[in-house]
């Protein structure tokens, strides 16, 4: 089964409005992050929080990881045009070298 | 002064010919990765290495050969493609040796398509 399956998958929003996008994941991590996709580019990292913290913020962006539900959101407040594109997050577990990926949310800013 | 760089940036090619695809990190890193995006945007692993040593090779056909010939350099050679090749390719890098420990610097995709 797949780790990190991101909800909802699209979503779209006003300019200044807040936008949430869920993570949840199945087995024990080390660590979480989130990533940006904009169309036709690579990925670029946001934030990564590790198992044993519960909150972590990055400018407009908070994250909050809660491994008792083995979930994670990423809010992304008073959003911007420019905020259009592709969130990932990305699971790593306990002694394994690798990145496991969602499926992405896309999020729409309407100017 | 591209961190991690990527060429071609779109390949198009015949069913059955050879290419391959270069990588190049200038960060310092000791670990690069190759992934393969599907149409529907899914992720997947596909290689690591680290110091020039392969770490990670998941379940690919034995037609995707990589090669590091330096700690810089992460190239994607592919023989005889099929049409289920077709997928943008991503080159990677981190620091350290853990790959899922730190944050990845992705290049910016290859957009392989075989017609």
């Known amino acids: 089964s797949q780790q990190g399956e991101e909800d909802p998958q699209a979503l779209s929003i006003q300019e200044g409005e807040n936008a949430t996008m869920n993570c949840s994941y199945k087995?024990?991590?080390?660590?979480l992050q989130w990533y940006r996709q904009n169309s036709g580019r690579g990925l670029v990292h946001l934030i990564l929080?590790?198992?044993?913290?519960r909150e972590k913020h990055s400018g407009r962006l908070r994250v909050t990881l809660d491994t008792s539900k083995k979930s994670s959101s990423l809010l992304i407040t008073a959003s911007r045009a420019a905020d259009t594109a592709s969130y990932f997050c990305a699971t790593a577990s306990y002694g394994n070298n690798r990145l496991a990926f969602g499926k992405g949310n896309q999020v729409v800013v309407i100017p | 002064d591209t961190a991690v760089s990527q060429t071609p940036k779109y390949l198009v090619t015949q069913m059955g010919n050879d290419k391959s695809i270069k990588c190049e990190q200038n960060l310092g890193h000791d670990t690069m990765y190759w992934y393969k995006q599907d149409s529907k945007k899914f992720l997947k692993i596909m290689f690591s290495?680290?110091?020039?040593?392969?770490?990670i090779n998941e379940t690919v056909p034995n037609r995707f050969s990589p090669k590091s010939p330096d700690k810089a350099h992460l190239n994607l050679h592919i023989n005889s493609l099929e049409l289920g090749d077709s997928a943008v390719y991503f080159c990677?890098?981190?620091?350290?040796?853990?790959?899922?420990?730190?944050?990845?610097?992705f290049g910016p995709g290859t957009r392989l398509t075989v017609l």
């Open positions: 087995t024990s991590i080390n660590n």
């Open positions: 990677a890098s981190s620091r350290g040796t853990s790959g899922g420990n730190t944050e990845q610097f």
């Open positions: 929080i590790r198992s044993n913290e």
């Open positions: 290495y680290n110091n020039k040593e392969l770490i």
